[in-house]
């Protein structure tokens, strides 16, 4: 006999919990960022898609600048060994 979360707390006098966080079961992202982006580059990825030009093209800038703003860090830990 299995007995649902609900069912125990209504027999506990209790209210059945909702979730508080995160998008209703089923909604669907309403802020699809445009091509060209990264973003729109990694919703490619997500779907086994080869990326569109300025999807790539979004994607070598991001890291770019990624690189950029790690780069001593980088160069650290390559120096250290790794790791």
């Keep these: ?11 506990l006098g209790l209210e059945p919990s909702t979730p508080k ?11 699809v960022q445009p091509c060209g982006t990264y973003p729109a580059y990694m919703r490619h990825k997500k779907l086994r898609e080869d990326a569109c030009e300025p999807c ?8 770019r600048a990624w690189y950029a703003r ?7 830990s390559r120096r250290k060994g790794g790791a």
């Design 56 to 63: 790539l093209e979004a994607k070598r800038q991001y890291y």
């Design 21 to 31: 966080r995160g998008r209703p079961a089923g909604s669907v992202n309403a802020s």
């Design 70 to 76: 790690n780069r001593e860090r980088i160069q650290a």
């Design 1 to 11: 006999m299995t007995t649902s979360y609900d069912e125990v707390m209504k027999s």
